[in-house]
């Protein structure tokens, strides 16, 4: 467990990305918090091997609306999940941006 209690950074990631053959990632929240999802986004980003983010918002917030538009905006952002606090529901919600083959062709999902 020793080697996994530590941060990992975006270099970290991009390192055993290329030794994986992998060229794009998406980041997923794994605290529930606007903060956490907002500096994903900071990451996505700064970094273009970040293809997106999975990020949350608290659905019973008074701010709903303003804050899923917030997150929402950047185009590194395809999905949010939310949870509200009444059970832990979860919701996701996806708007993906991909390749496909080799050729490199784009397309949204």
Do not use: N, Y
């Not at 975006?10 to 606007?34: F, H, N, Y």
């Not at 050729?103 to 949204?108: E, I, K, L, Q, Y």
């Amino acid at each position: 467990m020793g080697a996994l209690k530590r941060d990992f950074s975006p270099a970290d990631l991009k390192r055993e990305m290329s030794r994986c053959g992998v060229d794009r990632t998406i980041a997923v929240q794994a605290r529930q918090t606007l903060e956490e999802t907002r500096w994903l986004l900071d990451l996505a980003s700064d970094h273009p091997f970040i293809a997106g983010v999975i990020g949350w918002v608290d659905l019973q917030s008074p701010a709903v609306d303003a804050e899923l538009e917030q997150i929402s905006a950047p185009p590194e952002t395809p999905g949010c999940s939310a949870c509200s606090a009444v059970g832990g529901a979860r919701i996701s919600v996806v708007r993906a941006r991909f390749a496909v083959g080799s050729g490199g062709s784009s397309g949204t999902a």
